[in-house]
C-alpha cells in the first residue's frame, strides 16, 4: 500500500520551460514532506523540504508547493536545465516517526537541449 | 568532506552464499539506515540504527541482519541470498531530528 504515490514515471521538458513534477499522499500523519534527487549511479541528495504549516518553500529554481487539502504537493524547477536531468523522489515524513522517511517511487525528468 | 561511503560499489553473489555490505560515515550521525531499492522501486526502509539502538522494520525478511560496531560504521549481513534479493542496497545517515538523509551512493546486489 503506498503511501506517497508519483504516478509519472517520467517527464521530458525542454531547457528554459518549467518542470512540475507531481506527489500525492495518503497518510494525514505526514507533516514533513522533502524532495531528493538521484544521479545514476549516485545516492539520493538532499533537495527541498517543506514543512506542512506552510504552503510554498523557494529555493532557488526549485520551489514546492504544498496543498494539505488535496494531500498533494509539487517540485517546480525554472528554468529547467539539462543538468537538472535525474530522477527525482518525493520522500515524507510523520509527526509520530520523526526519522523515518517514506519514498514514492520517483519520476526521471529528462531536460532536453 | 564529510560523507557516507559504501563498499564495494557492485557485489555479485551467488545463491545462498553469505554476503556483507558495509557503510561508513563521517558526518557523526546518530542514525544509521539500510534501504533496498528495486528497480523503479521506491527505497525501502530495512532497519535503522538510532546509536546502538536496531529498529527493524515489520517486513524485514530474517534473512536481513545488521550491525553496527561503533558510530563510524554499519553492516548489512544477507545471510542467504536469494534470486529475489537483487537489488541496489542504500546506506544514509540522519541526526535523527526528521529533515535530511545523507544517503552513500550505494552498492548494487548481483545474485547468481
Known amino acids: 500500500d503506498q503511501q506517497v504515490k508519483q504516478n509519472s514515471p517520467s517527464l521530458s521538458v525542454q531547457e528554459g520551460r518549467i518542470s512540475i513534477l507531481n506527489c500525492d499522499y495518503t497518510?494525514?500523519?505526514?507533516?514533513?514532506f522533502l524532495w531528493y534527487k538521484k544521479y545514476p549511479a549516485e545516492g539520493p541528495t538532499f533537495l527541498i523540504s517543506i514543512s506542512s504549516i506552510k504552503d510554498k518553500n523557494e529555493d532557488g529554481r526549485f520551489t514546492v508547493f504544498l496543498n494539505k487539502s488535496a494531500k498533494h504537493l509539487s517540485l517546480h524547477i525554472v528554468p529547467s536545465q539539462p543538468g537538472d536531468s535525474a530522477v527525482y523522489f518525493c520522500?515524507?515524513?510523520?509527526?509520530?516517526?520523526?526519522?523515518?522517511?517514506?519514498f514514492g517511487k520517483g519520476t526521471l525528468l529528462t531536460v532536453n537541449p | 568532506d564529510a560523507m557516507v561511503i559504501q563498499n564495494p560499489r557492485y557485489q555479485v553473489t551467488q545463491f545462498g552464499k553469505p554476503v556483507t555490505l558495509s557503510c561508513s560515515q563521517t558526518?557523526?550521525?546518530?542514525?544509521m539506515y539500510w534501504y533496498q531499492q528495486k528497480s523503479s522501486q521506491a527505497p525501502k526502509l530495512l532497519f535503522h540504527y538510532y546509536d546502538k539502538d536496531f529498529n527493524n522494520e515489520a517486513d524485514t525478511p530474517d534473512n536481513f541482519q545488521s550491525r553496527r560496531p561503533n558510530t563510524s560504521f554499519c553492516f548489512l549481513d544477507i545471510r542467504s541470498p536469494g534470486l529475489g534479493d537483487a537489488a541496489m542496497y542504500l546506506c544514509a545517515t540522519g541526526t535523527g531530528v526528521g529533515e535530511t538523509q545523507y544517503f552513500g551512493p550505494g552498492t548494487r546486489l548481483l545474485v547468481l
Open positions: 497518510n494525514s500523519m505526514f507533516d514533513y
Open positions: 558526518l557523526n550521525h546518530n542514525v
Open positions: 520522500a515524507a515524513l510523520s509527526g509520530g516517526s520523526n526519522y523515518k522517511l517514506t
